[in-house]
């Protein structure tokens, strides 16, 4: 997979940065939010399930939550190190606006430590060792319609932990009719979740594997707290989400966990929520296993289907389950060739051949773009971010 650009004004990505923070961003320091006062000038950040206690000029797991003075500030606030322009099947997203576009952008940091990381030269960086502009909630907004994209995903690192600038991009977005989506590991806490959820339209949620084992040994987080994100998801918001599972050849390739893994979609979710079975790369400190074979993914499809699931996809490589089938009559409703979408015969939603209404949000309720709106874009764009190349 192709990895998002990072911002390279004066250094390669990955290299750290010569400045110290406070003189990399010029700007006032956000605070955060779902944070608390401990005895000794720590802070006790609670927007993840980590819960990190942090000391006085040090940072959290992720490293863009920091103690300044006794407070957390948010450091990843209006400082994006990656900006693209990407197709929404590449989310992976396929009931959302199939074809469309999406303003895509990332900071630094995560609160995951995945051996197996795609994105880790800014996953894996502190705020100061990327490159990243001074982009505003609302300028945000502004340059997604000035590429014509009618929605907007916070994506590449975990976006969990901006939550406070995710929130705001959320809010003006709003106001503009762009849609929002998170692509996002689901390691957050019950107290964050709402906060952020209750105001974007989408989202991808990575279930890594099916086995606390593999959580805690390949990532250094758990499974539960990822499963009960999936549930709140379910009952208690409005959001489109889609599920991606990347299979890594001997650590989480079992049929057997793919069965449970199927088999709890089905009994907590529901057989309607997409599952996408990706293929894996060696990158990072995972460098020993070999690519994910596409036999591995047909299975591993085949499964999910028996279980149950309606919508079973493979991704990062070529193949005829990246298409959207009818799970009632078997017509192709949208055929694809990698991410693009070739044809889509889909009819207000629904099969045009037996009439079954396939779940997704098909079309954009906020229509085209106001005139205005764009040319005002256009003029912000070129006056201000002419050197994002995008
Ligand atoms: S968001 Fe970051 S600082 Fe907060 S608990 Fe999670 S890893 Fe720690």
């Avoid at 819960?51 to 500030?73: D, P």
Wanted: net charge negative; proline share 8%; with cysteine.
């Amino acid at each position: 997979m192709k990895k998002p650009p990072i911002f390279q004004e004066n250094s390669p990505p990955g290299k750290p940065h010569a400045e110290p923070r406070k003189e990399a961003h010029k700007e006032p320091l956000h605070e955060g939010r779902w944070w608390e006062p401990e005895a000794g000038g720590k802070v006790h950040c609670y927007l993840c399930p980590r819960h990190c206690h942090i000391g006085e000029e040090q940072a959290g797991f992720c490293f863009i939550r920091a103690n300044e003075g006794g407070k957390l500030y948010s450091l990843g606030y209006a400082h994006p190190a990656a900006l693209q322009v990407d197709p929404i099947e590449k989310k992976p997203l396929n009931h959302f606006l199939p074809g469309t576009r999406v303003f895509s952008m990332g900071t630094a940091g995560c609160n995951m430590g995945c051996f197996f990381c795609q994105n880790w030269d800014i996953s894996k960086s502190r705020s100061d060792q990327v490159h990243s502009s001074f982009v505003p909630p609302e300028d945000v907004v502004l340059l997604a319609i000035r590429n014509g994209c009618p929605s907007i995903a916070f994506t590449y690192n975990e976006p969990t932990i901006w939550g406070e600038y995710v929130i705001d991009i959320c809010a003006a977005a709003k106001e503009y009719g762009i849609n929002t989506v998170m692509v996002s590991n689901g390691y957050i806490t019950y107290e964050a979740f709402h906060d952020i959820y209750d105001h974007v339209d989408a989202a991808n949620i990575d279930l890594k594997a099916f086995t606390e084992n593999f959580y805690g040994r390949v990532t250094l987080t758990h499974l539960q707290p990822v499963l009960d994100t999936l549930q709140w998801l379910k009952n208690e918001t409005n959001v489109w989400f889609e599920i991606t599972n990347l299979m890594i050849p001997t650590l989480n390739d079992d049929p057997a966990e793919t069965r449970r893994l199927a088999e709890w979609v089905l009994e907590h979710l529901g057989p309607d929520v997409p599952l996408h079975f990706t293929a894996f790369h060696p990158d990072f400190k995972l460098r020993d296993k070999p690519k994910t074979p596409p036999e591995t993914l047909h299975a591993a499809r085949a499964v999910a289907r028996e279980v149950g699931l309606h919508y079973v996809y493979e991704g990062n490589i070529f193949s005829d389950a990246a298409h959207t089938s009818c799970p009632s009559c078997g017509a192709q409703l949208i055929r694809r060739s990698w991410l693009d979408v070739e044809q889509n015969h889909l009819k207000n939603g629904c099969c045009p051949q037996c009439g079954l209404a396939i779940p997704g949000r098909w079309t954009n309720p906020h229509g085209k773009t106001p005139r205005k709106v764009f040319e005002r874009a256009h003029e912000l764009a070129s006056s201000k971010y002419d050197h994002l190349n995008l």
